[in-house]
């Protein structure tokens, strides 16, 4: 299986800061990469997919990047409602696999 | 608009079976394959199966080859996941989710306990 490496595991962030988590892929999965946002108790929500196509209805200041094995998810201007987990997966085989999730505290 | 019911909590003893649905609506099942994943509590995100349209079939994760079954009924537009031979380890949240990522169900709390 194709193993998911995110950093960092935690992440501490003010309102409006620009915030960078990163997804390592073990080995390329070329761009077959999708981005999500999990609050407690709420299914994960899809921001990103095939690295970095914006999903509809997502705001903007969401943007994804990378190709092969190397991926990073970037918050423009952090807002209160982004506070959550975010986590990385691939879909480039059928056995999917997913990030272990970097959690974004209010500093 | 694209929408996952899923059936509600259970509650299993250990070597017990348990058979979680999500009825689709917006689309037909026909369409648009299956796959579910699986969260236990505060950990993260794992994938147990989904319909290769490609070559026709259904995918499990290796880790729960035969032990999880997975089936569509297209005439109801509803998706299964069956899970045999519960083990404490299996109390999670499960969901199914569409191949295309982006509609989910709302999840099943399913809790293994003697």
């Known amino acids: 299986d194709i193993q998911m490496t995110q950093s960092p595991s935690t992440l501490s962030a003010s309102v409006g800061d620009r915030v960078t988590i990163t997804c390592r892929a073990s080995?390329?999965?070329?761009?077959?990469l999708a981005w999500y946002q999990q609050k407690p108790g709420k299914a994960p929500k899809l921001l990103i997919y095939?690295?970095?196509s914006l999903e509809s209805g997502v705001p903007s200041r969401f943007s994804g990047s990378g190709s092969g094995t190397d991926f990073t998810l970037t918050i423009s201007s952090l807002q209160p409602d982004d506070f959550a987990t975010y986590y990385c997966q691939q879909y480039n085989s059928y056995s999917w696999t997913f990030g272990q999730g970097t959690k974004v505290e209010i500093k | 608009q694209v929408q996952l019911v899923q059936s509600g909590a259970e509650l299993k003893k250990p070597g017990a079976s348990v058979k979680v649905s999500c009825s689709v609506s917006g689309y037909r099942l026909i369409e648009l394959p299956m796959h579910w994943v699986r969260q236990a509590p505060g950990t993260g995100l794992e994938w147990m199966g989904g319909f290769d349209a490609e070559k026709g079939e259904t995918i499990y994760a290796q880790k729960f080859q035969g032990r999880v079954t997975l089936t569509e009924d297209t005439s109801t537009d509803t998706a299964h996941m069956e899970l045999s031979s519960l083990r404490s380890e299996d109390t999670a949240m499960y969901y199914c989710?569409?191949?295309?990522?982006?509609?989910w169900g709302q999840g099943t709390l399913v809790t293994v306990s003697s």
């Open positions: 989710v569409t191949e295309n990522l982006n509609a």
């Open positions: 080995q390329s999965i070329s761009s077959w």
């Open positions: 095939k690295a970095s």
